[in-house]
């Protein structure tokens, strides 16, 4: 079956990016020229994805109001000839069909993911989380529908990580089943070393079957009392099959300000308006370092 949907959690409180996110939602902070929810959206849209839900929370409304027109201000950009301008926002706007729903409360990642049992319907469904920004040549997310189209099961992004950060993460227990995607037959979020299954931790995208819906709504809440959607993904994998892709390409954790920095920078040197501009002031700076 074909994956046409998209979840990308994004009611998190920003607590490692204050006191910026009091006011401003992390995910509306701009790297280079956008805000990093976009850098999300347009990987789905890549991947063929049509229909977006964010799951919001009372403080992010500015993510609604950035992906609707603007008419007083494309008025504006149209009278004084701002051509990019004008289409970049209107881009924005036409990226993909958007619908948002509320977590009413702060409940942990599985219990904003269930928020989108509605949308989902009965398809396989993206999630990707709003943290976890990629740069990739294939977008990531296009990476796992590929091997959940190929063998028609639930997939999860992973790349090894050390041992000493692998306790943020989730573990997962694989299996080799063709090049870079495994089999999956366990996970645990953020495990103790002696909980450790492998280096392989599972970084924001996910292909899920609707059967996690069933299973989040009986899930206790696990590490730091919140509903985790990796308790969830244990009970999917005992279940039915679930794969791992080894997945190409760059992940940033933008929750945080130094992962935030280095995105921006990456994307900054990818971007025709700065590229030039940034290469000689990093030049410059290193001489004075
Ligand atoms: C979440 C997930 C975790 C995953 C991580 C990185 O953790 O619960 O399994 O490894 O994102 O994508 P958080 O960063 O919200 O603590």
Same mark, same amino acid.
């Given at each position: 079956m074909?994956?046409?949907?998209a979840?990308i959690?994004a009611?998190?409180?920003?607590?490692?990016?204050?006191?910026a996110?009091?006011?401003v939602?992390?995910e509306?902070?701009?790297?280079v020229?956008?805000?990093?929810?976009?850098?999300?959206?347009?990987?789905a849209v890549?991947?063929?994805? @049509?229909?977006i *839900?964010?799951?919001?929370?009372?403080?992010?409304?500015?993510?609604d109001d950035?992906?609707?027109?603007?008419?007083e201000?494309?008025d504006r950009?149209?009278a004084s000839r701002?051509e990019r301008? *004008?289409?970049?926002v209107r881009r924005?706007?036409? *990226?993909a069909?958007?619908?948002?729903?509320?977590?009413?409360?702060?409940?942990?990642?599985?219990?904003?993911i269930w928020?989108a049992?509605?949308?989902?319907?009965?398809?396989?469904?993206?999630?990707?989380l709003?943290d976890?920004i990629?740069?990739?040549?294939?977008?990531?997310i296009g990476?796992?529908?590929q091997?959940?189209?190929k063998?028609? +099961?639930?997939?999860?992004?992973?790349? @090894?990580?050390?041992?000493?950060?692998?306790?943020? #993460?989730?573990?997962?227990?694989?299996?080799?089943?063709?090049?870079?995607?495994f089999?999956v037959?366990?996970?645990?979020?953020?495990?103790?070393?002696?909980q450790?299954?492998?280096?392989?931790?599972?970084?924001?995208?996910?292909?899920?079957?609707? +059967?996690?819906f069933?299973?989040l709504?009986?899930l206790?809440?696990g590490v730091?009392?919140?509903?985790q959607?990796?308790?969830g993904?244990?009970?999917?994998?005992q279940?039915?099959?679930?794969?791992?892709?080894?997945f190409?390409g760059?992940? #940033?954790?933008t929750?945080?300000?130094?992962?935030?920095?280095?995105?921006t920078?990456?994307?900054?040197?990818?971007h025709p *308006?700065t590229?030039k501009?940034?290469?000689a002031?990093?030049?410059?700076?290193?001489k @004075?370092l």
């Amino acid at each position: 079956m074909k994956v046409k949907k998209a979840v990308i959690p994004a009611a998190g409180l920003g607590t490692r990016m204050l006191p910026a996110t009091k006011t401003v939602p992390k995910e509306m902070l701009p790297m280079v020229d956008k805000p990093a929810i976009q850098y999300i959206v347009e990987e789905a849209v890549a991947a063929g994805i @049509e229909d977006i *839900l964010i799951v919001t929370n009372r403080a992010k409304s500015a993510m609604d109001d950035y992906f609707d027109y603007y008419p007083e201000l494309e008025d504006r950009l149209n009278a004084s000839r701002k051509e990019r301008e *004008l289409a970049e926002v209107r881009r924005a706007a036409d *990226l993909a069909n958007i619908f948002y729903v509320r977590q009413k409360e702060t409940k942990g990642l599985g219990h904003a993911i269930w928020r989108a049992k509605h949308f989902v319907g009965d398809e396989p469904f993206a999630v990707l989380l709003g943290d976890d920004i990629m740069r990739a040549k294939t977008p990531v997310i296009g990476q796992l529908i590929q091997a959940a189209e190929k063998y028609q +099961c639930s997939a999860v992004g992973v790349q @090894e990580v050390s041992t000493e950060s692998i306790s943020r #993460y989730s573990s997962v227990k694989v299996e080799p089943l063709e090049s870079n995607v495994f089999t999956v037959s366990d996970v645990v979020e953020k495990p103790l070393r002696e909980q450790i299954f492998s280096n392989y931790a599972i970084l924001g995208r996910y292909v899920l079957y609707p +059967c996690i819906f069933d299973i989040l709504e009986d899930l206790k809440p696990g590490v730091g009392g919140e509903i985790q959607l990796t308790d969830g993904l244990r009970q999917l994998c005992q279940r039915k099959r679930m794969v791992a892709v080894d997945f190409e390409g760059r992940r #940033y954790d933008t929750g945080n300000v130094t992962g935030f920095l280095e995105a921006t920078i990456d994307f900054a040197l990818d971007h025709p *308006l700065t590229e030039k501009w940034l290469k000689a002031y990093i030049k410059e700076k290193a001489k @004075e370092l």
